[in-house]
């Protein structure tokens, strides 16, 4: 029973942790886990086409990651304040959950302004609750349309990238920091295992006769959100919205009954499409919220195969994978990466589960 967290602890030197993209998406490493045997391969990210045939299913999360970074000046003092944008509350009222650093300068009734570049005011907001010790709902103050202030969100907004990567966003980042068939806007965290397809693979896949099945869940920060209990049974996830269609779940359901390969790609993907099963094991279309943690033993009804990043310790997406692995395949898989100089986490490589 692998339920306590300091099963999942390992040494991990800060130098592994990934600071930029792979130049190419497709020519990132990629370590392959064979669960039957126990083998374990190490390929290029491109080479996912030799493990796949005619029928098998990819499942992808398609949310857009939106710019949830903002930076503001508290009224009268004018010190800057991040700004981190977690979920709209109510859109005709311009109400938002979010974080604010440092939050012991921050209380109800602030304003915060947000300038461009050259100091010209663009969006102002104003403090209306607090919710955690870092927490805030704030209300923006505009008047303007619905397309302006998602103009000035985005023109303001910096890709959020997790704090593990120690640089502020560039442009590039605004590219790299999103799948390429992101289309659902709604993450403040990238669903990591997607970077690595490229347009090119996902039309040669294509043309091999691989499906595409798209679900949504949404990344909150949850995800980066440390366990702080030993036993894994009393970790509570925070919530997160997605959706499952009905063609989705159909694409995917087929190529149950036909005994194909069903891929999750990503750990998202993993706990939206477990949070959606039938009595029948099958994948049903649904729409709400979950909060599934996912730790060993546990046993998985659709996916028979999965991609991922290489995540950091004690975290709960490599319990997760530790679960679909197998925990002794999984950890001596990481012993080795860290080994042959892998690069871990959002940035870093990927592995391929099988």
Avoid at 195 to 213: A, C, I, P
Avoid at 251 to 258: M, P, Y
Wanted: aromatic share 10%; with cysteine.
């Amino acid at each position: 029973m692998r339920t306590k967290l300091s099963n999942f602890n390992f040494e991990l030197d800060k130098k592994h942790i990934a600071q930029h993209p792979a130049p190419n998406r497709d020519e990132s490493r990629l370590m392959v886990l064979h669960r039957d045997t126990g083998k374990i391969e190490h390929k290029v990210f491109k080479d996912l086409l030799n493990y796949f045939d005619d029928g098998d299913v990819m499942i992808f999360n398609d949310t857009k990651v939106f710019p949830a970074r903002l930076y503001g000046k508290k009224e009268k003092t004018g010190s800057t304040i991040e700004v981190f944008l977690l979920r709209e509350l109510n859109h005709e009222a311009k109400l938002w959950d979010v974080l604010v650093d440092p939050a012991r300068k921050i209380r109800v009734g602030n304003k915060l302004y947000f300038d461009d570049k050259k100091g010209n005011e663009v969006l102002v907001a104003e403090v209306v609750d607090n919710t955690t010790s870092r927490g805030r709902t704030i209300r923006f103050l505009y008047d303007g349309t619905d397309e302006e202030f998602e103009r000035d969100l985005n023109y303001l907004g910096n890709t959020p990238l997790p704090k593990y990567i120690g640089r502020d966003a560039n442009d590039e980042d605004k590219e790299r920091y999103q799948t390429v068939y992101a289309k659902t806007v709604g993450a403040v965290a990238a669903p990591t295992a997607g970077l690595h397809f490229s347009r090119e693979l996902m039309k040669r896949l294509e043309l091999k006769g691989v499906n595409f099945s798209e679900i949504t869940l949404h990344i909150g920060l949850g995800t980066f959100r440390t366990i702080d209990v030993e036993d894994l049974s009393k970790h509570k996830m925070e919530a997160e919205y997605f959706r499952i269609s009905e063609k989705a779940a159909n694409i995917v359901n087929a190529a149950k009954e036909s005994e194909r390969k069903i891929c999750s790609v990503g750990t998202t993907v993993m706990r939206t499409i477990e949070s959606a099963v039938t009595a029948q094991n099958q994948l049903k279309a649904a729409e709400g919220w979950t909060n599934k943690f996912i730790f060993p033993p546990y046993d998985f009804h659709v996916a028979n195969s999965m991609i991922t990043n290489f995540h950091l310790p004690k975290s709960s997406v490599l319990i997760m994978v530790c679960a679909f692995g197998g925990y002794e395949l999984v950890m001596e898989a990481y012993h080795q990466a860290i080994k042959e100089d892998y690069r871990f986490y959002s940035y870093g490589d990927a592995m391929l589960i099988l």
